[in-house]
């Protein structure tokens, strides 16, 4: 009897599925090209059990199809998350922004938003709802403390500001 595999959301802004879009379009309509072109001319070079152009391009191409297969599954599989939040009794959700300060080192507040796995960029302050001070941050209130550990050790955030 055949299990059913139920393929998982991907959470994702509507920026980041633009972004997955383009890859994917670029990925179609050039890359493929460009690897056919490069595998053409190194079969044209003759003996292929010891052309090693030939053995990249092959290479290259099963990369570049499996990023197809995967980005085609991400957009197929991508559930939208709206950004911020409206009420003033607001809690932390993925798609919201919320400055933080780390009361543990008392550093300067940072400001991260809380995106899914896929979009997660920490130079660009966006983190999962998957690492340890996202998935801590989920459902908490302005002014709540939080305790994480994360590799350094455990550490104490306060929510400052949620929008």
Same mark, same amino acid.
């Given at each position: !009897?055949? %299990?059913?595999?139920?393929?998982? @959301?991907?959470?994702?802004?509507?920026?980041?599925?633009? %972004?997955?879009? $383009?890859?994917?379009?670029?990925?179609? @309509?050039?890359?493929?090209?460009?690897?056919?072109?490069?595998?053409?001319?190194?079969?044209? /070079?003759?003996?292929? @059990?010891? =052309?090693?152009e030939y053995e990249e391009?092959?290479?290259?191409?099963?990369?570049?199809?499996?990023?197809?297969? #995967?980005?085609?599954k991400m957009i197929d599989?991508? %559930?939208?998350?709206?950004?911020?939040?409206?009420?003033?009794?607001?809690?932390?959700q993925i798609g919201t922004?919320? $400055?933080?300060? =780390?009361?543990?080192?008392?550093?300067?507040?940072?400001? /991260? $938003?809380?995106?899914?796995?896929? #979009?997660?960029?920490? $130079?660009? =302050?966006?983190?999962?709802?998957?690492?340890?001070? +996202? @998935?801590?941050?989920? +459902?908490?209130?302005?002014?709540?403390?939080?305790?994480?550990?994360?590799?350094?050790? !455990?550490?104490?955030?306060?929510?400052?500001?949620? %929008?």
């Amino acid at each position: !009897m055949a %299990k059913l595999i139920e393929e998982e @959301s991907v959470l994702i802004t509507k920026e980041g599925l633009t %972004k997955l879009k $383009t890859e994917l379009s670029h990925f179609k @309509s050039v890359r493929r090209k460009e690897v056919a072109k490069r595998l053409k001319e190194a079969i044209s /070079y003759g003996d292929l @059990s010891e =052309n090693s152009e030939y053995e990249e391009a092959k290479n290259e191409q099963a990369f570049i199809e499996g990023r197809i297969i #995967e980005l085609e599954k991400m957009i197929d599989n991508a %559930k939208i998350i709206t950004e911020g939040v409206k009420s003033t009794d607001a809690t932390v959700q993925i798609g919201t922004t919320v $400055t933080v300060q =780390n009361v543990t080192d008392n550093d300067d507040p940072e400001t /991260y $938003t809380i995106v899914g796995s896929t #979009e997660a960029d920490p $130079t660009a =302050n966006k983190i999962s709802n998957e690492s340890p001070i +996202g @998935s801590a941050l989920l +459902g908490k209130a302005k002014n709540d403390v939080i305790k994480v550990k994360v590799p350094a050790g !455990m550490l104490e955030f306060k929510v400052l500001k949620i %929008k």
